[in-house]
């Protein structure tokens, strides 16, 4: 990209989100990754007409001031940023499930996105009940665990359900692996296999049983919830795997970031945007207040590297 494209991206993206927070290191990863200056205006997510965007939000139904904040600036986002689909990393609503709760934690703080045409898909975490696979809006089809077609570029993403990790869900994961064609492979799920969380942190008996099945068969990006803080880890075995617990719920100063850390922040609510253009994924981290915490891209990777 030459200078007058980049300023000219630059121009485009200035609308999407505030200052990038300048206490935070950024840094990316691939060979096509260039390593920003701390303090530095982020790069532009492409807004490529064509391209898959999407967001992902985990922890967030609690019907709180923060998470409606979150969601607006989500939706001011969207007015930039036209993304396609949110995921969830599980927690989707706290407390009791009452059609007004579904109403009050869902429907009423998301609402100019729903308007807007954009699709959820629900993955569950250990405070949502399982019945909420029927919810029509969270768009789980009765399932418990399920594989979703991108509606563009060659993306699949495996939404399971990590509460729940019974031998019928890994061997139906490993055919559904093992059988899908696209370049990309993303799995979203609750419960982090790295986080440096004092809460709860890295879950080591799901990392042993999913890992070898993510390297294996070549997923590139894992998206979860549950710590409720924000977290990049260094790459695992190829792979990026991202904490995205704190769209709604928020557990300050609770990282105690380690060697893996590639990035942490656990001092305001976030949600996350990405945009996959051929075998690049773009991705921003955005405060509740417009604050770009992170940002950076990942190139896809192949099974078994």
């Known amino acids: ?29 691939g060979p096509a990754a260039q390593r920003p200056t701390i303090g530095a205006t982020p790069s532009a997510l492409p807004n490529k007409s064509g391209s898959l965007k999407f967001a992902v939000i985990g922890d967030w139904g609690d019907e709180s001031p923060a998470q409606m904040e979150t969601a607006a600036q989500l939706a001011k986002t969207h007015k930039d940023f036209p993304f396609d689909i949110v995921l969830t990393a599980g927690d989707n609503i706290y407390g009791t499930e009452r059609p007004q709760d579904f109403k009050n934690k869902f429907e009423i703080p998301y609402k100019p996105l729903l308007d807007g045409g954009v699709k959820f898909y629900a993955s569950l975490g250990n405070h949502d009940a399982q ?39 890994v061997k139906w994961l490993e055919h559904e692996l093992q059988t899908s064609t696209e370049r990309w492979k993303i799995a979203v799920f609750h419960h982090p296999l790295y986080s440096s969380a004092r809460t709860h942190g890295s879950s080591l008996s799901l990392r042993a049983t999913l890992e070898p099945l993510f390297v294996k068969y070549g997923v590139s990006v894992v998206l979860t919830g549950h710590d409720h803080t924000y977290e990049r880890i260094k ?37 996350f945007v990405a945009e996959i253009v051929d075998n690049i994924m773009y991705f921003n981290a955005i405060s509740r207040t417009g604050a770009i915490v992170d940002y950076g891209t990942i190139e896809a990777r192949s099974a078994g590297k």
């Open 235 to 271: 790459p695992q075995q190829g792979i990026t795997h991202f904490v995205l617990g704190s769209a709604g719920e928020l557990r300050r100063g609770d990282l105690n970031k380690t060697t893996m850390t590639a990035l942490g922040y656990d001092t305001d609510n976030v949600f």
């Open 1 to 29: 990209m030459n200078r007058r494209t980049s300023a000219i991206a630059l121009v485009l993206f200035a609308g999407l989100a505030g200052r990038a927070v300048n206490a935070q290191s950024t840094a990316t990863q």
């Open 131 to 169: 019945e909420q696979r029927f919810y029509k809006p969270f768009n789980m089809d009765g399932k418990l665990y399920y594989s979703l077609k991108a509606p563009h570029q060659d993306v699949r993403f495996f939404m399971l359900n990590s509460s729940y990790m019974d031998p019928d869900q």
